[in-house]
């Protein structure tokens, strides 16, 4: 099955002037923009830190809602390579430590590549990632 880090997001024209953004899969994140073009360029930023801390949490990363005609945004592709090897491992219930002894590494690699704010080469991710039988694969789509 194939994971698409894509979230719908619902733009609200405020009186004031501008938009705001809410998320229907994360209470917790909100953002606003003068513009819609805006809008949507801070709701991606904003997806990146909803994604980033949940996995600080070690919480679960929700399944996107069906957009249902709704503009969608998508994190940058490292992190959602990040957060697919973090969902493998939660998935398999795996310890940092037990992947790293798989992969032959250091324990601390590992924390490394699961690190939002870690440079990790995405080479290193898909190396990670085809351990647990899932490649990454990276879509180039028109921008918004």
Known sequence: MATRYSYPIDLHDEREGGYSVTFPNFDEAFTDGDTVAEAVAEAADCLEEALAGRIARREGIPVPSPAKGRPTVTPGA?????????EALREEQLSNSAFAEAMGIQESEVRRMLDPRHATKIGRLEEALSRFGK???VTVEAAA
């Open 78 to 86: 490292v992190l959602a390579a990040k957060a697919a090897l973090y």
């Open 135 to 137: 490649r990454l694969v």
